[in-house]
């Protein structure tokens, strides 16, 4: 996932990057080296947020044997609401119930785009769900862009999708509920996109984001409980759902960050778009899932069809 979320954190917050007016009061010939620089930095920190965030789940499906998909998932939001909650240390008090019901939202959905990507990963390779999972957040850029390119583009994904289904004898074979789980994933990836919007109108800061971050954990760690039992108390366990947590959340909310103050919010978008196939190659390093070659072709046209959208919905 990337999201932010499980992914990632939303990409409209470029939108607002101080990198903007910095560059807007620097004479040209700064300008210009710095943007160098700033891009070339800024880039490396964005593939290295998804990097990161791909190899996290990857690990992630190491745990499933010990503590099952809910029950990683439980210990990752779990750990992760945690840290935001000491970093950022929200201010809850003064915000009207509109506010609250916003944030609600924002967490449910985050809650419900990880228990369902983590029950996709469970039964479907890595790569495939992560090119099934970015449909949602596709889907959303071409209704918002409203322009006939996009149709293009859809059209593209699409193709995409029928391909990858094919690589394995159709989608029965690679796994009807895991394709379905990772479809909502997707459609709760595109719910967190919007409400994330609005939220980070509302809260200061990462305020929104920890808050967010509680309620998924309220939502997912009965299911984990429930599921995994005393299990998540083992010490081995808590360990590896700790590093799941600081790969999958931590570090790539760091470097995002970071990035956002270096890119323009399209060059942003379109490489986080490069998710599914730094899903595929982690899952084939390190959970040796390996990819036809129309697989590979699926996932590539799903790429293309997802930076395209952003770049023409971006104009």
């Not at 996709?120 to 769900?129: F, M």
């Not at 967190?192 to 967010?212: E, K, N």
């Amino acid at each position: 996932m990337t999201s932010t979320a499980h992914t990632s954190s939303p990409t409209t917050a470029a939108s607002s990057s101080p990198a903007t007016a910095a560059t807007a009061a620097t004479p040209a010939v700064l300008r210009d080296a710095a943007a160098g620089h700033g891009t070339l930095g800024g880039v490396g920190l964005v593939l290295a947020g998804a990097v990161t965030v791909q190899f996290g789940s990857a690990v992630a499906a190491l745990l499933f044997p010990r503590a099952g998909a809910f029950g990683t998932v439980a210990l990752r939001v779990a750990f992760a609401a945690v840290l935001l909650l000491v970093v950022t240390r929200p201010r809850l008090r003064g915000h009207p119930r509109a506010d609250w019901a916003v944030a609600v939202g924002y967490g449910l959905a985050l809650g419900g785009m990880n228990i369902l990507f983590y029950q996709a990963i469970d039964r479907i390779p890595l790569g495939a769900a992560v090119t099934l999972e970015v449909l949602g957040p596709l889907l959303l850029s071409v209704v918002a862009s409203r322009r006939a390119a996009s149709l293009l583009w859809a059209g593209l994904a699409l193709t995409g999708v029928f391909l990858l289904g094919q690589g394995q004898g159709g989608f029965g074979r690679l796994g009807a509920v895991g394709v379905a789980c990772a479809l909502g994933a997707g459609a709760m990836w595109a719910a967190y996109i919007v409400f994330s919007a609005r939220a980070g109108a509302r809260f200061p800061r990462l305020d929104a984001l920890a808050i967010a971050m509680t309620v998924a954990m309220l939502v997912s760690l009965p299911l984990g409980i429930g599921a995994a039992g005393g299990t998540l108390l083992e010490p081995g366990v808590l360990a590896l759902g700790l590093a799941i947590a600081v790969m999958s959340s931590g570090v790539p909310y760091a470097l995002e960050l970071l990035a956002l103050r270096r890119l323009p919010a399209a060059t942003f978008a379109v490489l986080t778009s490069l998710s599914p196939a730094l899903a595929a190659l982690a899952g084939y390093l390190v959970l040796d899932q390996g990819l036809s070659p129309l697989q590979c072709a699926a996932i590539a046209l799903v790429v293309a069809a997802s930076a395209g959208a952003v770049r023409t919905g971006g104009r």
